[in-house]
């Protein structure tokens, strides 16, 4: 079963624009990620929140995490046409490597149109 | 610095066969994970090597296992394949003594099953 939810399922917007994805997940973690799907093909790791952090910048993205409510959003500003892809949210349950496994939501997929 | 590869790309099988998929962790990773991802939904954890050894496992039977070699690189296994099987195949690497985990991902196998 997956714990993470992104929220919306599918996201189309103009170049220029930002776009918000939101994602839910249902037990304590140590950590958030955020990774970018183009076409069905490899993640690419965008982001990682540890769990003792709200928010933290990279570039154009923006991500938030309110472990309270148990929910994380990734915020891409000024939006391009080449940031069309999926976004995923992945939690990591423990500390360190014997954590093994990243849970992942199924996804919000992001079009952004010229 | 070479990322993460996977190879093959793409393959095709019929139902029964067996099938080998193979590995090479980003230059200085020794932990390698395996994830299924079906049309549509985010990645699914199968299992973690480390030390060639499987140190977690997720939801998966027993016709998926694994293996690590000396140098890190891994295969993925599928005995007896279903239709079910046919998805892409994501491997991820890391760093076992890193603090939080964060996993570089291959750009996958295409499996089809017939």
């Known amino acids: 079963s997956q714990q993470g939810e992104e929220d919306p399922q599918a996201l189309s917007i103009q170049e220029g624009e930002n776009a918000t994805m939101n994602c839910s997940y249902k037990?304590?973690?140590?950590?958030l990620q955020w990774y970018r799907q183009n076409s069905g093909r490899g993640l690419v790791h965008l982001i990682l929140?540890?769990?003792?952090?709200r928010e933290k910048h990279s570039g154009r993205l923006r991500v938030t995490l309110d472990t309270s409510k148990k929910s994380s959003s990734l915020l891409i500003t000024a939006s391009r046409a080449a940031d069309t892809a999926s976004y995923f949210c992945?939690?990591?349950?423990?500390?360190?490597?014997?954590?093994?496994?990243?849970?992942f939501g199924k996804g919000t997929k992001l079009s952004v149109k010229p | 610095d070479a990322g993460v590869t996977q190879s093959p790309t793409h393959l095709i099988k019929t139902r029964g066969q067996q099938v080998t998929l193979r590995c090479s962790p980003k230059?200085?990773?020794?932990?390698v994970s395996w994830y299924q991802q079906a049309l549509g939904q985010g990645p699914q954890f199968i299992f973690q090597?480390?030390?060639?050894?499987?140190?977690q496992r997720g939801n998966f039977p027993d016709r998926f296992s694994g293996h690590q070699f000396p140098n890190y690189s891994s295969e993925l296994n599928v005995n007896a394949l279903l239709l079910g099987d046919s998805a892409l195949y994501l491997c991820?690497?890391?760093?076992?003594?890193?603090?939080?985990?964060?996993?570089?991902f291959g750009p996958g196998t295409r499996l089809t099953v017939l």
């Open positions: 090597y480390y030390e060639e050894e499987e140190r």
């Open positions: 230059s200085g990773h020794d932990t």
């Open positions: 992945a939690t990591a349950l423990t500390y360190g490597g014997s954590q093994g496994n990243l849970i």
């Open positions: 037990t304590s973690i140590n950590n």
């Open positions: 929140i540890r769990s003792n952090e």
């Open positions: 991820a690497s890391s760093l076992n003594l890193g603090a939080y985990n964060e996993q570089f």
